[in-house]
Structure formats: structure tokens, C-alpha cells
């Protein structure tokens, strides 16, 4: 009977392990640190012989010895949340040094924090939004028109993407599809005569989309010889980029078959 206890507590401790692996992993968390979190909250409970293996939307929890216990969990969504990624570090802690604290309740407290989220969608939206028009006058668009009007077209192509990612589920689709609108927001108000050009609108709009963070955490992973996770990242960040640039060349490419000037 004590055995069968152990070996329940044994699953109990791995599905804690992979759920904690699962939401960094989504967050954008980088590999050697997801596999540092789990091992040691397998560790403070008495399970040292665990692997991890890990794929940009993949973990997989095994234990080495002879029961051979593995579990697995396959990342739909993925986004990069540095601040839930620090709170799932401090939970990780909290545990490791809490030896009373039952797995129930530690799981319990990680779905908490996977709803949990500081900000709003709204406020996501205007900081953006300002810090997206704070890039275009630093790259020339000095004046107070450019400002606002890159406000406006961070916040309507920001809506657009979240509201595109819902429907399919694919960030790159969502990118192509805000980035097109944002080229077209360029080139209308240019067309309109408010703008002179539209390429520090588009070059401010377009700051959100680029997938900076992501290609960082890529280099890290390659560095820390995570050569699988890493080598996925830089493909993933690259293909978005590469959306980016098709989208706004998309949208100037119909504007010059039209009889437009750029």
C-alpha cells in the first residue's frame, strides 16, 4: 500500500512538474531555465532522476528508473510574458523551500497565476501604442501629426492582430494581416495629404510585431547548446519577420500597380 501511495505521489510531482514547465514554456520562457524549474521542484521532493525534454511547443517529464512514468504536454498558444514568467520563478521557490506545501495546492495556485495578468488588454494597447509612436519620431518623424497618427495605427493593428490570432490561431497569419493594414494606413494618409510619406509611420506601427525577444531568447538557447529549441526559435522569429516584410510589401505593391507614388 505504501508503495502505491509513493508511486501516486511520484505522478502528483511530475503533472506539477510538467504544468510549471508547460505555462514558462508558453510565456516564452527560454529552455534552460524551464529545465532548471523542473528538475529542482522534482529534486525538493525527493526525485532526482528525471529527464526533460523540451521542443519550442513541447515538453515531455519522464523519470529514469524502472516504472518509467512520462508526461507530456503539447503548447497550443505561446506569447512572450516576462512578468508571468517571473511570477512562475517565484512560485518555483516558494515550493522548493516549502516542503509542507501539498501538490494540490501548489497546483491549484498555478492555474491562479496562468489566469492572472497585471494589465488589461486596453493598457497592453496604449503603452504599446506610445512606445510604438515614440520609435517613429525617433527615426525622423519629428513632429506631433506623425506622434498621433502612429498611435492611432499601433492601436488599430494591435486590435487587429489579437482579434485575427482568436479566430485562427496562427500568429504568423495575424502578422501578415496587421502588418497589410498597416501598410494601407501609411499609404492612405499620404494619399489623404496628412503625411508626407508613410515610412516612419510604418516603421513605428510595425515595432510590436517584430519578434525581438524572441530571436534573444533563441541566441541564449544556442548558446546554452539547446541547439533543438534554439534553432526552432530563430526559424520561428525569422518566419515572422518575414510576414512583416511581405504585409507591408503587399500593401505597397497594390498601391504602385494602382498608379501610386512612393
Known amino acids: 500500500m ?16 510538467t ?5 514558462m514554456l508558453s510565456n516564452g520562457a527560454e529552455t534552460y531555465r524551464v529545465d532548471d524549474t523542473v528538475k529542482r521542484i522534482c529534486k525538493s521532493r525527493g526525485f532526482s532522476h528525471i529527464n526533460v525534454f523540451m521542443a519550442p511547443n513541447t515538453i515531455i517529464v519522464s523519470d529514469d528508473r524502472f516504472d518509467g512514468y512520462t508526461f507530456m504536454k503539447v503548447i497550443e ?8 514568467i517571473d511570477l512562475l520563478n517565484e512560485f518555483s521557490r516558494k515550493f522548493v523551500n516549502d516542503i509542507d506545501m501539498s ?12 489566469d492572472k495578468s497585471p494589465h488589461t ?13 515614440s520609435f517613429a519620431v525617433l527615426v525622423g518623424g519629428d513632429n506631433v501629426i506623425t506622434f498621433m497618427l502612429t498611435l492611432i495605427t499601433s492601436v488599430i493593428a494591435m486590435i487587429t ?11 504568423v497569419f495575424a502578422t501578415l494581416v496587421s502588418s497589410i493594414i498597416i501598410g494601407f494606413c501609411g499609404i492612405g494618409l499620404v494619399e489623404l495629404g496628412i503625411l508626407d510619406t508613410p515610412k516612419m509611420l ?8 517584430l519578434p525581438g525577444v524572441p530571436f534573444i531568447k533563441a541566441i541564449r538557447d544556442l548558446v546554452s ?12 522569429a525569422g518566419v515572422i519577420a518575414t510576414a512583416i516584410a511581405v504585409g507591408v510589401g503587399m500593401s505597397m505593391n497594390i498601391y504602385v500597380k494602382w498608379g501610386g507614388l512612393l
Do not use: H
Request: charge should be positive; proline fraction near 2%; charged fraction near 25%.
Open 2 to 17: 505504501a508503495e502505491s501511495i509513493n508511486y501516486k505521489y511520484k505522478k502528483d510531482v511530475l503533472r506539477l512538474a
Open 19 to 23: 504544468f510549471i514547465g508547460q505555462l
Open 77 to 84: 498558444n505561446r506569447c512572450i510574458n516576462l512578468n508571468k
Open 103 to 114: 501538490i494540490d495546492d501548489a497546483i491549484a495556485e498555478l492555474k491562479n497565476l496562468e
Open 121 to 133: 488588454q486596453s493598457e497592453i494597447n496604449i503603452w504599446t501604442a506610445i512606445g510604438s509612436s
Open 161 to 171: 492582430y489579437n482579434k485575427v490570432k482568436k479566430i485562427t490561431n496562427i500568429p
Open 202 to 209: 510604418i516603421v513605428g506601427s510595425i515595432m510590436p510585431l
Open 225 to 236: 547548446g539547446e541547439l533543438m529549441s534554439g534553432v526552432g526559435r530563430v526559424i520561428d
